[in-house]
T-cell receptor
Framework: AQTVTQSQPEMSVQEAETVTLSCTYD???????LFWYKQPPSRQMILVIR??????QNATENRFSVNFQKAAKSFSLKISDSQLGDTAMYFCAFMNPNTGNQFYFGTGTSLTVIP | AAGVIQSPRHLIKEKRETATLKCYPI?????VYWYQQGPGQDPQFLIS???????DKGSIPDRFSAQQFSDYHSELNMSSLELGDSALYFC??????????????FGEGSWLTVV
């Protein structure tokens, strides 16, 4: 079974600053996909960013970028220029297309952006 | 852009009653997923359907059943409800070819409260 670990239950950052959320995973597969989802107080699950394991280049989406270290099985999310609207729970997720369509989620990191 | 539509958004049922949740995927998405998120928990995969056939099964109790219809909408039926079934139930959809790296898009969720 795949496991996804988010070791930071809670984090906070000053508005306009940069914060990094960590995620590690365990798999013996070579081909897989990694995602970060954001869940604001409304509880909606919103895709933030995704990374294909076969790509060495780190994915970026505006203020969001990842540091994907395949050998270390690490997938951290960096949020630059943090905004109040970034306050949310962030879930790291793993998907292995060879074993079905399940997404395996970490336990989440609650991020608070402080004005 | 059209999103995943779930209904009802909120539902209150008594123990031992039955509840049905509905999900309408994004147009041209043929795969539907159901996730259960308990209070303070990460989303747990229940079941998924591809082209109206069950494709994956997760931690779905035997009291629950689901199906996908010809128009690709899906329904999650929950019987003999227990207090522990109180949770946010997400439906998600994806286009054909999840293995190619498509992601899943979540609906806003249906809140079920069992009293």
């Amino acid at each position: 079974a795949q496991t996804v670990t988010q070791s930071q239950p809670e984090m906070s950052v000053q508005e306009a600053e940069t914060v990094t959320l960590s995620c590690t995973y365990d798999t013996s597969e070579n081909n897989y996909y990694l995602f970060w989802y954001k869940q604001p107080p409304s509880r909606q699950m919103i895709l933030v960013i995704r990374q294909e394991a076969y790509k060495q280049q780190n994915a970026t989406e505006n203020r969001f970028s990842v540091n994907f270290q395949k050998a270390a099985k690490s997938f951290s999310l960096k949020i630059s220029d943090s905004q109040l609207g970034d306050t949310a729970m962030y879930f790291c997720a793993f998907m292995n297309p060879n074993t079905g369509n399940q997404f395996y989620f970490g336990t989440g990191t609650s991020l608070t952006v402080i004005p | 852009a059209a999103g995943v539509i779930q209904s009802p958004r909120h539902l209150i049922k008594e123990k031992r009653e039955t509840a049905t949740l509905k999900c309408y995927p994004i147009p041209r998405h043929d795969t539907v997923y159901w996730y259960q998120q308990g209070p303070g928990q990460d989303p747990q995969f229940l079941i998924s359907f591809y082209e109206k056939m069950q494709s994956d099964k997760g931690s779905i109790p035997d009291r629950f059943s689901a199906q996908q219809f010809s128009d690709y909408h899906s329904e999650l039926n929950m019987s003999s409800l227990e207090l522990g079934d109180s949770a946010l139930y997400f439906c998600a959809s994806s286009p054909t070819g999840l293995a190619s790296g498509n992601t899943i898009y979540f609906g806003e969720g249906s809140w079920l409260t069992v009293v």
